[in-house]
């Protein structure tokens, strides 16, 4: 599988951004699609996923209902849209896939569940 992520940019606080991720080579449909992003000098962390079916979670803590996570299985692309960004959103976006094994499938919060990731994009947000 490969993701191409995008969207990335510079935006000022309060602002929108819509960043995607295009897979290739898979059923897109069989793969649970998350977000994560690395702020400088920090590890990376989990912002939110969603599963085959739509179901999602999110990192309430970081996003706390400002994200929101979409897929349209039809162009084989998922997306993070970031409403009322703040400055601490600052980060690279990565998208990544994990392979859905089961009809109990959990969406993961963990780098380690997922198999494949795309390349990040830069989110700056301005103060």
């Known amino acids: 599988v490969q993701l191409q992520a995008s969207g990335g940019g510079l935006v000022q606080a309060g602002g929108s951004l819509r960043l995607s991720c295009a897979a290739s080579g898979a059923i897109f449909s069989s793969y649970a699609l998350g977000w994560f992003r690395q702020l400088p000098g920090k590890e990376r962390e989990f912002v939110g996923g969603?599963?085959?079916?739509?179901?999602?979670?999110y990192n309430e803590d970081s996003v706390k209902g400002r994200f929101t996570i979409s897929r349209d299985n039809s162009k084989n692309t998922v997306y993070l849209h970031m409403n009322s960004l703040k400055p601490e959103d600052t980060a690279i976006y990565y998208c990544a896939a994990a392979r859905i094994t089961s009809v109990f499938y959990s969406i993961g919060e963990l780098e380690t569940d997922y198999d494949y990731w795309g390349q990040g994009t830069l989110v700056t947000v301005s103060s």
């Open positions: 969603i599963n085959g079916r739509g179901g999602r979670t």
